[in-house]
């Protein structure tokens, strides 16, 4: 008994040693690169284990907090060239245009509206933008095992300046590499989603998970996203990121 | 309760028909009365529906009147800090080409956002069911309708449906279903959601929104949040709750209500004056049972209780009928007046069920029961006065009558002063209108005096056409004012009514004549939808240089018009090119000088109105109008007024370049073409057709074309006034079938006397029809005269409180030489019925009735 309560009180007492903020700032400089490429591949599965299947490309130049992303789908034939331009920002939410090439015209996404599904998929628009540090507190909660690996538990609040859906969220963060295992994304007590983080493989020296699963707790649905053809710190244009491109591009 | 069954009950037996008469007057006032009412109310609340359904949990809207605005205001909405949701809208009528569906209303709002504010409670609760979002907004042709919509014309998800669209007709694949309950049950089920800027490409809207529908955020109020925005985007624009919406709506709707009441109200004075003649009958017929009842012991208070009960029961079986007839027409009255308000006003609605409201029944019930009570209120006064001993005398009460007639010419000429007072202090409302009531009423007072006179006066005319049968009938009439008088009233009285409602359809028509003369002179006209009223649909500025550049086209005038809120009052902003128009256009202003009117507008330093506008408005010339526009306050002086009909509410006439510059929007309603001289229309008219055909959606219409659909138009707005010749001629023949049946009954020994001393079956049958002509001529007499002062105070109503409109007074003498054979007809049909009673009944018994 008196060697359980000396465990539990060593790793309190380690638990109190470290700042959740370092861990993040750690993980957020071990995936620090200049951009980012790959092709995704999302597979919706709904309730009633319907499947629909969408193929995307991504770009993303930057550093997190201000990095710039264009999302761009390939197919099916009835979405291509519908594109996402999101911007990001440290002390602030990300600005964020669709691009409709059909209607060849884009339309903001309003910070109202971050909320809602991402077409159709489990993610929401405000998933779809990168966290910064600085917009987030932190509190080191536990450590536990995702998949067989060591993780810290954290509890991320947003801070003030950050409109966000969720009043809170729980990463987990591998020990062994500082990649996200999973977040759990919560408003007020109840789970709203879910992401589950698999497939982790060193890319380019980023360790980098190749599966994003994302369960959406009160539909009971998933999306899974799978990244293929990873790429970092390929050369990008500046102004590839912006709402003229867009309409370029298309 | 004795007495009833006693007395009342078999006297009822004896003269059922006179009673059913009598109730049928009630019937037809409460009918009227109930039908109009509940007709207005559905059609509001369908209304009120639609826009509530739509609006969700919206709080408050944003609007700049039927412009719209730039996109960019809704980032600026966004941003205050007091507003939780904002999402944009777009919304238009559009045709379906589908038969039998008529137009659909298209809901354009931005999919990303709008879940918060309403719900599509789409099928199976599921919002994969929309196939799958991302297509939705991808694909422009993407539309939700409603269950019942797609079941009634047997579509289904990926379905295809036709619509009628700015650039055309264009298809549209059908992409989600939504249950038919909340929001999907606005515009009776015919309601389809598709995307904001596709919704903007095929209605023509370029880059612009209709209004952004807004819930503040959690915790603060919507005061608070509305004033929040109002400081944040200035006067431009409207920041109200949804059901402010019905504001327009409501202000048609009213005019057309305040008319319909108007007419049920007459209605109803109508069912009064058949129920106190059939009363006052009653009184005369029964004066002995009442002289035996008093000389028994009854007291005065009993009698007239008896009578008045009497009248309840009447009037209580009569509201009762006339209101279950009233509910049954309603749903088709409903029907018809929003046709009429679509065409008219642009405004689509919906009338599928009925909004029946207890409490109007019950008003409806009352007002019958009250009007019946109060018409044999007389009649019930004089039986309690009845004196017992000269009530079993004869030929007494022709020397009350005397003295009767005497009390009522005095009143009479008091009435008629003081309306002569009125008339000249009739800037106040409160006197016009009394002064008004008074006019009516000296005329009804002098009705039986002047009834007794003309009756006198035609005698000789009578005897001279037919002497034996002319002379019976004058001589009926003479000596009987009491029951002759009342028909007659009635008869003035709906006369009066149609003079008044014909009066002003034809000073209104000959009004409408001269405008379209000057104003509407153009060969031919392009518009976006045979609704010319609608203006959801616009062309982009360009299709006037499209136009021009056609073979054989002289002149284009491109319009963009729509209304606004101005001091709470929706108005009419027409943008024109005033000097093209000043060329063509040739109009004598009621107010300022026509050159100096064009002249000011053209320049931007001015703006013109129109009578209504300035009437209603309470403004005059050199006042500055203050409209709000996207770019802030647009204060311009009023420059000249002109009789202009465009909108019944009021319009304002500012020069394109001026709406161009504040409201940024350079798109197009109307383009009026002018053909070059020596050219033949039609052919021009063809290669415009060509042209413009394969890139828009729109019609070329013949000046003659545009002039049918204002005077289509102008008959179903006033299909109102036939309504009150067939109320006319029901009044006619009641009254006149009622006073006859009773003139038999007091002639029967009369008549039976004629037969037994050799007269023949046809002359009493002619002494019985030149009766009723009679009273047909006498009520056409007085109803002329009533009619041609109810004509001036009916004009002078609809200057001050219904639209605004100035009129000239034109009698509508062919509309009454109309009236003549009409309600002559109707007499001698009244009397054929009675005619054939006096001939068929026993002599024996005739001889021995007394």
Known sequence: MSRVLTAVFNISFLLLQIDPRQILEESQRRTMTQSQHYEGTLRVIDAKSKITEK??????????????????????AEVKGVALLVLNHPDRSSDQWMWTPALNRDRRIALQDRSTRFFGTDFSFEDLEERDTNQFDFRLLSEESIDGASCWKVQSTPRQTKVSQYTHSYLWIREDNYAFAQIENYNKDQLVRRAHYSDIRNDQGIWTAHQIDMHDAKRNSHTILRIEKLQYNVPMKDDAFTREALSRES | MMLLCLLSWPYLRRHLLRWILTVAGIVLGVGVFVAMHTANRSIFRAFDTTIGRIAGTTQLQVSAGEFGFDESILERVQSVPEVGVAVPVVEATVDTNIPGQGSILILGIDMTGDRSLRDYELKDADEAIIDDPLVFLAQPDSLMVTTEFAERNQLAVNSKVQLATIEGNREFTIRGLMNSAGMTRAFGGNLAVMDIYAAQQILGRGRRFDRIDVRAKEGITIDDCQAALKAALGPAFDVDPPSARGRHFEALLQSYSTAMMISSLFALMVGMFIIYNSFAIAVTHRRSEIGVLR???????????????????????????????????????????????????????RVSELEVDPTLIAAGVIAGITTSVVAAWIPARNAARVDPVQALQKGKYQVLSMGENRRRRWMALTAFLMASVCLLLSDSKPLFYTGYVAMMGAGLLLAPALTLFLSKGLRPVLRRLLPAEGTLAADSLVEAPRRT????????????????????????????QEWMDNALNPDFFVAPSENLATRSLTFPAEISSVIE?????????????????YHEVPVMVIAIETEKV????HRTPVAGSLEEMNRLTAEGKGL??????????????????????????????????IRDYSDLRGSLFIDRSVYRDWWKDDTVNIARVY???????????????????????LLVLTNREVRDWIMKLLDQWFGMTYNQIVVAVLVAVLGIVNTLTVSITDRKRELGVMQAVGGLRSQIRWTVWIEALTIGVIGLILGTCLGAVNLYYTLGMIKRDLGGIGLDYIFPSAFMMLMVPIILGAAWIAALGPGEAAVRGSLVEALEYE
């Open chain 1, 55 to 76: 193929r995307w490309q991504y770009d993303r130049i930057g550093s997190h907090g201000s990095s710039k992303a264009v999302l761009r789908f390939t197919a099916p």
């Open chain 2, 582 to 585: 000043a060329s063509t256009v």
């Open chain 2, 485 to 512: 008088s009342a028909t007659v009233s009635a008869l003035m009285l709906s006369l009066a009514m149609v003079v008044g409602f014909g009066g002003f359809a034809h000073s209104f028509y000959s009004s409408i």
């Open chain 2, 608 to 641: 013109f109105v129109s009578e209504s506008f300035a009437t209603n408005l309470k403004t005059k010339m050199a006042d500055v109008v203050e409209l709000p526009t996207p770019s802030g306050l647009l204060k311009l002086p009023i420059v000249g007024i």
């Open chain 2, 295 to 349: 000389a028994l012991g009854a007291t005065r208070h009993q009698i007239q209780t008896l009578f008045l009960v009497e009248s309840i029961i009447a009037g209580t079986f009569g509201s009762i009928l006339g209101a279950s007839v009233g509910i049954t027409a309603a749903l088709v009255i409903a029907q018809w007046i929003s046709s009429v308000l679509e065409t008219a006003g642009g405004v689509a609605q």
């Open chain 2, 549 to 565: 550049r056609v073979d054989g086209v002289d002149q284009v005038q491109v319009v963009r018009d729509a209304r606004v809120t």
């Open chain 2, 675 to 697: 053909v070059r001289k020596g050219q033949n229309v039609e052919a021009v008219r063809q290669r415009v057709i060509q042209t413009l055909s394969s890139r828009y959606r």
